[in-house]
């Protein structure tokens, strides 16, 4: 079966750095990968969407890679600041276009002033 | 404002005692799904509706029923809640064809079951 996994345990940063969280995924290659954010006690918010024939995906502050031989995405935050802090979830469609995400556990960042 | 909403936002029950969970979306969306979300297992589906009147199993079905009359609403209904079911669930919903699949997520329904 498919498996996505993100970092467990929490990334700290201080303000003004990247951070740079990973998802790695195993077994069939997804049409495309999402990214989400989460703040505590609410629903996840959509932030970017990589095809699995882009390598790399930019949005303001954010950047995405997608890289389909490793199969791993990379999610940055760059110039990060403490209103960034929250959990960051990806999530693949295995399925192929019908919408059927399967979401990793996220990584909880935390910056630091 | 474009939104899913959900209700109720908080529920405590006891074993047994059937419920309803309603999920509504102004978006005019294809695609709806109810997730849950528990410590350390992260975000799992629970069933997933591509349409009015078709209806699909996702990864924790059990003990679960939904049904899609309208295309706006896709209630979970727990006919005989367990104690294994208190989580924090999800409604989310979507445009296949558009967008691919960003999904939109209601503000969630903590459900404990003693």
């Known amino acids: 079966s498919q498996k996505i996994e993100q970092n467990s345990e929490a990334l700290n940063i201080q303000e003004g750095k990247t951070a740079t969280l990973t998802c790695n995924y195993t077994n069939y290659s997804p049409a495309y990968l999402q990214w989400y954010r989460q703040d505590p006690g609410r629903g996840p918010v959509f932030l970017l969407l990589?095809?699995?024939?882009?390598k790399e995906k930019r949005k303001e502050r954010l950047k995405v890679t997608f890289d389909t031989t490793l199969k791993q995405s990379l999610f940055h935050i760059t110039a990060s600041q403490p209103a960034d802090s929250a959990t960051y979830l990806c999530?693949?469609?295995?399925?192929?276009?019908?919408?059927?995400?399967?979401f990793g556990q996220g990584t909880t960042l935390q910056v630091k002033p | 404002e474009a939104q899913v909403t959900q209700n109720p936002r908080y529920l405590i029950t006891v074993t047994g005692k059937k419920l309803t969970v309603t999920c509504s979306q102004n978006?005019?969306?294809?695609?709806m799904s109810w997730y849950r979300q528990d410590p350390g297992l992260g975000l799992r589906q629970i069933y997933y509706?591509?349409?009015?009147?078709?209806?699909d199993k996702g990864d924790v079905p059990e003990g679960y029923k939904v049904s899609r009359k309208e295309k706006r609403n896709f209630p979970l209904i727990l006919e005989s809640p367990s104690p294994n079911q208190t989580s924090l669930y999800f409604c989310a919903s979507s445009r296949p064809g558009t967008q691919w699949y960003e999904q939109y997520f209601g503000p969630g329904t903590r459900l404990t079951v003693t």
């Open positions: 990589i095809r699995e024939n882009e």
């Open positions: 509706s591509m349409n009015v009147e078709v209806t």
């Open positions: 978006m005019n969306h294809e695609y």
């Open positions: 999530a693949l469609d295995f399925s192929g276009n019908t919408g059927k995400l399967i």
